[in-house]
Structure formats: structure tokens, C-alpha cells
């Protein structure tokens, strides 16, 4: 069964950073994409970063980028996601998720989900 486990999240005042780890187990194959989503109260959820796995690309949406970095680390199984430069609107429960059969790295199309790690940035 397919785990996805994310930490890091927090509370952090405005231009600080956050690092979030989401570490995946019990799989047999390599997924083909992993991603962050966030969702805000009241707000859809919105892909925020996704890492293609065989060849590293990294997508952003546009209000992350030059903030955010998505990376991975094959042997210990887990993507990251670097915060730097945070801001009030960054506040929201931010998602891993895994495996994506169809749809662009933002559909939200994935298979496998974590439950979520909130972050709440202060002005």
C-alpha cells in the first residue's frame, strides 16, 4: 500500500522559509511525477510544484516561481519542497501526491495523496 508522509510544514512570519519532505513507501515502481498542491480555506486546490522523476524537470505555478524548489532524493525515497521568501497567500494545507496517469503535472489527476501539512505565514 502506497504511503505518502509529509512534514515540515509550520507557522513562519513573512519572508521566512519553510522546507517540506514528503517521504513515499510501499511501492514497487517509480513514479512517473510527484507534486505539491495547497489548498486554502475556501480557495480550490491548486498545484503549486511537480518533479518529473526519471529526468529531474521541475514545474511551478507562476506565484512560486523563484521562491519555491522542488527536489528529490531517490534513495531516501522523498521530494522536498524549499519555501524561501514566503508570504501571507502561501498560507494553506500543502499536499503531496504521486503517480500521475494522464492529465499535466497541475490536473491534480494523481494517484496517491498525503494527508497534508499545514503552513501559516504572518505579516
Known amino acids: 500500500q502506497v504511503q505518502l508522509v509529509e512534514s515540515g510544514g509550520g507557522s513562519v512570519q513573512a519572508g521566512g522559509s519553510l522546507r517540506l519532505s514528503c517521504a513515499a513507501s510501499?511501492?514497487?515502481?517509480?513514479?512517473?511525477?510527484m507534486g505539491w498542491f495547497r489548498q486554502a480555506p475556501g480557495k480550490e486546490r491548486e498545484g503549486v510544484a511537480a518533479i518529473y522523476t526519471s529526468s529531474g524537470s521541475t514545474y511551478y505555478t507562476n506565484s512560486v516561481k523563484g521562491r519555491f524548489t522542488i527536489s528529490q532524493d531517490n534513495a531516501k525515497n522523498t521530494v522536498y519542497l524549499q519555501m524561501n521568501s514566503l508570504k501571507p497567500e502561501d498560507s494553506a494545507m500543502y499536499y503531496c501526491?504521486?503517480?500521475?496517469?494522464?492529465?499535466?503535472?497541475?490536473?491534480?489527476?494523481?494517484?496517491?495523496w498525503g494527508q497534508g501539512t499545514q503552513v501559516t505565514v504572518s505579516s
Open positions: 501526491a504521486a503517480d500521475l496517469p494522464y492529465g499535466t503535472w497541475s490536473s491534480g489527476t494523481y494517484n496517491y
Open positions: 510501499g511501492y514497487t515502481y517509480i513514479f512517473n511525477y
